[in-house]
């Protein structure tokens, strides 16, 4: 019984503790309200950079004062400070940021209601699927290919990918897509609060899944001035206890970017010091045209994610399947999250893509490069900055005023449909990607009418 009334008055302390806890950052909701409000009325931005970090500093003081772990008081600090962000947010009549994915939705239902369509927003090549993959449909209805299988894929597909990447079986897990690969990699690696970092322009993929766990995405931004090579003693700077991972995507989307491998060795150096995960987003690999790609599995870190996919190289887009490959720890975590959410990649389809993976797709890359160079002669007629790709689908120009919601809803009415580069980051307004996913005469005419439009607004 002594015990028992032990335990009851901790327990009651802790009720106190925890009551004070809540009252106080109700309190510092309010205070964040207020400050989001001045800002408002002043033109400031809500996130501040500066600002965050004396707060972090000030925290790990408090923190090591206090004996408290600085990853869980950072963690904390995290969410406080996404919290705050909302709240300040509220009061701002800001326009939502518009996704390629967006864009491409309006494209389709004005397409649906009549309007003829240039699609140069969605990175969709137009080559045709391998013809195996029609035999491989079919004789798995023959074969009843059609039901359930292990969670990480088909044995068959598994060694297949295995083989053709120099890794062992159990280094592989097959998704719906690589983008199912990138969202179980950071679910389940990461926990509300803990940090990633991404190389901004980027996919806007890697934050909207690490928003959806509850971590926080600390960016690195790139620019057009430095040739889209990142600065990396920011990337330093950024590194905190409570950052779990950073984030590559090269051959890059939206900029077509490759990193020199003297680059790639000092972030995994970086991510070594540090402890961290490297996720490495490779869905474009096959489409390097200026230089050598060099995967992130060649440089050995035993912590590197790597990330690829059928719908680039095979253009496989909406059969969604892709693969992840990592050590078999991490594999198994990726596994748990897709047994929760969707069993299996369907077995037609991994026979499908284990019968594309005997069929070529060089003629694909030739074709592609040809397309990027047609854009690029186009543009630099436009007199419209830009960076030539090294590699994917796309090019990433600079437009002449910071509009581009502006400049591809009018593109819209004129039937030519682009992806706004605030899609790939907030300092991006300034951009829109153009991708070069259609025949030559189709590009040829979206970027007229891209043309006209920027005469007209000059």
Known sequence: MERDQEINVLREQVRSVTADIIRDVQKR???????????????????????????RNMVLSVSSQAGMKPDFALRLLNILLEESESVQAESRQKPQRQTHLGIFMKAKQMEADGKEMIHLEVGEPDFPAPSAIATSLSESFKLKRYHYTETRGIPKLREAIAKRDSVTEDRIIVTPGGRFAVFSAIVSLLKPGNELVVIEPAWPAYKECADFVGARTRVVKASLEDNWVPDLKRLEELISPATQMIVLNYPNNPTGKILESKTIDKIISIAKDNHLYVLSDEVYADYAFEMRFQGLLEFGYDKTIMVSSFSKRYAMTGFRVGYGIAKPEIIKQMNKVQAVGITSVAEPIQYAALAA??????????????????????????????????????????????????????????????????????????????????????????????????????
């Open 357 to 458: 993976m005997d069929q070529g797709h060089g003629d694909n890359v030739k074709i592609m490069k040809e397309r990027i160079d047609f854009v690029c002669s186009r543009l630099k007629d436009m007199a419209l900055p830009f960076a030539k790709p090294d590699g994917a689908l796309y090019v990433f120009p600079r437009i002449a005023r910071h509009e581009d919601l502006e400049l591809v809803d009018r593109l819209l009415e004129k039937g030519v449909a682009l992806a706004p580069g605030s899609g790939f980051g907030d300092s991006y307004t300034n951009h829109v990607r153009i991708s070069a996913c259609q025949p030559v005469e189709t590009l040829g005419k979206g970027l007229e009418k891209i043309a006209s439009v920027i005469r007209e607004r000059s």
């Open 29 to 55: 909701m309010e205070l964040a309200r207020q400050i989001g409000e001045i800002k408002s009325r002043k033109g400031i931005e809500v996130k501040d950079e500066k600002v965050e970090q004396e707060i």
